[in-house]
């Protein structure tokens, strides 16, 4: 029960977030989801409806979850350069901005990418 009541008001965190951030052609939504073994982050042109760049931890095999983050910060930042993007718009969805989130939100800062 405990568990559901968590997710509810995560979810309602990020409604509210979501109706205040929003990505353009210009400015893109890093969006983040995290899970208990993982992180997955997207690069999105909501006005467009088009994911530009998705990275997961998933993708790293060996090191702590917070590794995995990093570098996996580091790939985002790489790849949207990529695709041009040089600043964007930062989604948590709902997560504390703190531990894992935010050495991913750092390793993309430190990729070149501002927000």
Not at 1 to 8: D, L, P, Q, S, T
Not at 80 to 100: P, Q
């Amino acid at each position: 029960m405990i568990g559901n009541i968590k997710k509810i008001r995560r979810e309602r965190r990020h409604s509210r977030i979501r109706a205040k951030v929003s990505g353009t052609a210009l400015i893109p939504r890093l969006s983040i989801f995290k899970s208990n073994t993982q992180l997955a982050a997207q690069v999105i042109n909501d006005e467009e409806g088009v994911t530009l760049v998705a990275v997961s931890t998933s993708d790293f095999k060996t090191g702590t979850l917070q590794a995995r983050a990093i570098e996996a910060g580091k790939k985002i930042a790489e790849d949207a350069k990529k695709k041009g993007v040089e600043k964007i718009v930062f989604d948590r969805g709902g997560f504390i901005y703190t531990g894992n989130i935010k050495a991913f939100a750092d390793s993309v800062r430190a990729g070149g990418i501002t927000f």
